[in-house]
Nanobody, 124 residues
Framework: QVQLVESGGGLVQAGASLRLSCAASGRTFSSSGMGWFRQVPGKEREFVACHSGIGSLTRYADSVKGRFTISRDNAKNTVYLQMNSLKPEDTAVYLC?????????????????WGQGTQVTVSP
């Protein structure tokens, strides 16, 4: 099992940037695929970005491609989500997730462990 703690959310204006962090502890971090998802009340959890771990492959939702970047620092057991050119529609709770194996996965069901989330609010 992996424990995940997100940080870095906040209230910003449209066009601003934020960097989210997710600190992991427990299972070997470097071999875990990691993902960022987001959720708004009344809607399903939405895939944002993922990093494979081994191989350093990444994938993004079309809605954030070119604006968000996922990265990881295995020495710090931390995965990041750099969010630029934020839009009001990016407002959500952002959740970090970990898989027990490396690789790309866009489905929430592929992830075993989840953080509590950090709120991102983008005003017009």
């Amino acid at each position: 099992q992996v424990q995940l703690v997100e940080s870095g959310g906040g209230l910003v204006q449209a066009g601003a940037s934020l960097r989210l962090s997710c600190a992991a502890s427990g299972r070997t971090f470097s071999s875990s695929g990691m993902g960022w998802f987001r959720q708004v009340p009344g809607k399903e959890r939405e895939f944002v970005a993922c990093h494979s771990g081994i191989g350093s492959l990444t994938r993004y939702a079309d809605s954030v491609k070119g604006r968000f970047t996922i990265s990881r620092d295995n020495a710090k057991n931390t995965v990041y989500l750099q969010m630029n050119s934020l839009k009001p529609e990016d407002t959500a709770v952002y959740l970090c997730a970990a898989r027990p194996i490396w690789g790309i996965a866009v489905a929430a069901a592929a992830y075993n462990d989840w953080g509590q989330g950090t709120q991102v609010t983008v005003s017009p």
